[in-house]
């Protein structure tokens, strides 16, 4: 009887010391980039101001290169169309990435291109919502075949990195959709003059389809504030209008719950006057995460 007893503790012991512990399974931050060539980001790494580290990871950041999420590493980490450029995945990185809620990042990017249905590209198209356009239109519904070309690319891999977490065991929690875009649709007044409906679809549709339950919360930056602006930017002053009455505080009827503009008036710009340096993409990215804190603070 001792002997099958100590037979058996020892199948035990051998079972809690050759057996792998289990994986825990946790929560974890996922925020979702979008947009265009502001969001893609051309400023250097090179040109960050004094103080801030050009090659080492940034704590408890991750971001999705396609494959996996891996460390975020300023100068070696290709989140721009090139390596050694960025956008405003780094500023916001920096300010939210603890080591308690670490941060895993997925962004799309298209430069130049345009939110509106009626645009193709950089063409203007006009008429009613069409399959197969260049574009970052949604759809009206999970599904809609008008979706643009774009937006199903920024959806595939927005899914696609967060299937990768799930797949690792993890809980991915989406705390906020971040979206730099909008120059494209300031050229033509009818996109100009949507934009807060636009951006509202936008809102809404993301959120569907990865299966969110509720509202995202979004923050988007006003683009174009340089003062004069250039001439092919022909309803600037209209998407900005647009813009600031898109935010929940607005109190204006194009508000949306859950959304806040961040104003980019006095961001550092490149001598284009349309994109910013690397002090005005830090200070994005910042804001960024200043107001997505605001809206998350009740989580």
């Given at each position: 009887?001792?002997?099958?007893?100590?037979?058996?503790?020892?199948?035990?012991?051998?079972?809690?010391?050759?057996?792998?512990?289990?994986?825990?399974?946790?929560?974890?931050?996922?925020?979702?980039?979008?947009?265009?060539?502001?969001?893609?980001?051309?400023?250097?790494?090179?040109?960050?101001?004094?103080?801030?580290a050009k090659t080492k990871a940034?704590?408890?950041?991750?971001?999705?290169?396609?494959?996996?999420?891996?460390?975020?590493?300023?100068?070696?980490?290709?989140?721009?169309?090139?390596?050694?450029?960025?956008?405003?995945?780094?500023?916001?990185?920096?300010?939210?990435a603890t080591a308690d809620r670490?941060?895993?990042?997925?962004?799309?990017?298209?430069?130049?291109?345009?939110?509106?249905?009626?645009?193709?590209?950089?063409?203007?198209?006009?008429?009613?919502?069409?399959?197969?356009?260049?574009?970052?239109?949604?759809?009206?519904?999970?599904?809609?075949?008008?979706?643009?070309?774009?937006?199903?690319?920024?959806?595939?891999?927005?899914?696609?990195?967060?299937?990768?977490?799930?797949?690792?065991?993890?809980?991915?929690?989406?705390?906020?959709?971040?979206?730099?875009?909008?120059?494209?649709?300031?050229?033509?007044?009818?996109?100009?003059?949507?934009?807060?409906?636009?951006?509202?679809?936008?809102?809404?549709?993301?959120?569907?389809?990865?299966?969110?339950?509720?509202?995202?919360?979004?923050?988007?930056?006003?683009?174009?504030?340089?003062?004069?602006?250039?001439?092919?930017?022909?309803?600037?002053?209209?998407?900005?209008?647009?813009?600031?009455?898109?935010?929940?505080?607005?109190?204006?009827?194009?508000?949306?719950?859950r959304v806040k503009m961040v104003?980019?008036?006095?961001?550092?710009?490149?001598?284009?006057?349309?994109?910013?340096?690397?002090?005005?993409?830090?200070?994005?990215?910042?804001?960024?995460?200043?107001?997505?804190?605001?809206?998350?603070?009740?989580?």
């Open positions: 009887m001792k002997k099958r007893l100590y037979i058996w503790i020892a199948v035990e012991l051998l079972v809690v010391l050759v057996l792998p512990a289990p994986a825990v399974k946790k929560k974890v931050d996922v925020y979702i980039l979008g947009g265009q060539s502001n969001m893609q980001g051309i400023a250097k790494i090179k040109n960050l101001p004094a103080g801030y940034i704590p408890h950041a991750f971001f999705w290169n396609g494959s996996a999420f891996e460390p975020f590493v300023p100068g070696k980490t290709k989140t721009s169309a090139r390596v050694g450029e960025f956008g405003p995945e780094l500023g916001f990185a920096l300010a939210m670490p941060v895993y990042l997925i962004k799309y990017h298209a430069s130049g291109q345009p939110l509106h249905h009626g645009w193709n590209g950089n063409r203007w198209v006009g008429g009613d919502p069409v399959p197969g356009h260049r574009n970052f239109y949604p759809g009206e519904k999970p599904g809609d075949g008008n979706q643009g070309s774009l937006y199903a690319k920024m959806r595939e891999r927005f899914r696609a990195g967060i299937g990768a977490l799930e797949d690792q065991g993890h809980t991915p929690v989406v705390r906020g959709f971040l979206w730099m875009q909008g120059e494209q649709d300031s050229k033509n007044e009818v996109s100009a003059t949507a934009y807060a409906t636009s951006l509202k679809r936008l809102h809404r549709r993301i959120a569907e389809d990865l299966d969110l339950e509720e509202p995202i919360p979004m923050v988007f930056g006003q683009v174009l504030p340089h003062e004069p602006p250039l001439a092919r930017f022909t309803h600037r002053d209209k998407i900005r209008n647009q813009m600031a009455a898109a935010d929940a505080a607005s109190g204006r009827p194009e508000a949306i719950d104003s980019t008036d006095g961001f550092g710009m490149l001598p284009d006057t349309v994109h910013y340096n690397a002090a005005g993409q830090l200070r994005l990215g910042q804001e960024f995460a200043g107001a997505i804190k605001q809206l998350c603070a009740r989580e």
